[in-house]
């Protein structure tokens, strides 16, 4: 079983649609939980923490649960510029600050 | 601020030579360094993590051998591709920290093909 699950995608939706991403993440240990966006043959950028407790930036908002160690963010009124592969990442759980990827899920907005 | 820069940014190079990577913090420390390897519609994998002054911890399966990793100074750390082979092609970014669980911030990574 992979450390870090996402579905691969394609997600092809219409502008202005709003869009949902799942993971599951298998360390239990895990404390810290992140989002990252990643465009084709470019480094993963950091696009929101996620936090116990939920937390909202502009269009979008990520949840996370812990008793089913499982990691949401939702896209609303999805922009053409929102295409890329969105990365759930979460840490090791150990004090080494690594971090394990999930494979990503892919984004294709369209107009 | 937290920039953190790759050099080069891609690179060809023949099997059976030797390529360097460095990574550098422009304006911070990086009292740890990251080494990731991307193939392609995969996710990043950890290489190895290196902490300044000390010897990389290497992650199951990379040969600490082959994938030669000095972190000299609290701004540089540079990964050395030995002996390269056509399957070492890859995306290989790297990322430093300052010590914060919250804080990795990450090079544009060099793109290497082994020809």
């Known amino acids: 079983r992979k450390e870090v699950e996402q579905d691969p995608g394609p997600f092809n939706v219409p502008e202005g649609a709003t869009v949902a991403f799942n993971c599951t993440y298998s360390n239990s240990a895990s404390q810290s939980f992140f989002w990252y966006r990643q465009d084709c043959r470019k480094e993963p950028k950091l696009l929101m923490s996620?936090?116990?407790s939920g937390n909202e930036d502009g269009r979008f908002t990520a949840q996370l649960n812990r008793a089913s160690q499982y990691i949401s963010l939702l896209i609303r009124d999805s922009k053409l510029s929102d295409s890329a592969t969105y990365l759930c990442?979460?840490?090791?759980?150990?004090?080494?600050?690594?971090?394990?990827f999930g494979s990503g899920t892919r984004l294709l907005v369209r107009p | 601020g937290a920039v953190v820069s790759q050099h080069p940014s891609w690179v060809i190079c023949k099997s059976g030579t030797s390529v360097k990577i460095e990574c550098r913090s422009l304006d911070f420390q990086a009292t740890t360094m990251f080494w990731y390897r991307q193939f392609p519609k995969q996710s990043l994998m950890l290489m190895a993590t290196?902490?300044?002054?000390?010897?990389?911890?290497?992650e199951q399966g990379v040969e600490k051998d082959k994938f030669l990793i000095n972190h000299a100074s609290l701004t540089l750390s540079t990964l050395t591709v030995t002996s390269a082979h056509p399957e070492d092609s890859s995306f290989y970014i790297c990322?430093?920290?300052?010590?914060?669980?919250?804080?990795?911030?990450f090079g544009p990574g060099t793109r290497l093909t082994v020809t």
């Open positions: 990322s430093a920290s300052s010590g914060s669980l919250d804080e990795q911030y």
């Open positions: 996620v936090y116990s």
């Open positions: 290196s902490n300044e002054g000390s010897k990389a911890t290497y």
């Open positions: 990442v979460v840490n090791n759980g150990d004090s080494s600050y690594k971090l394990i």
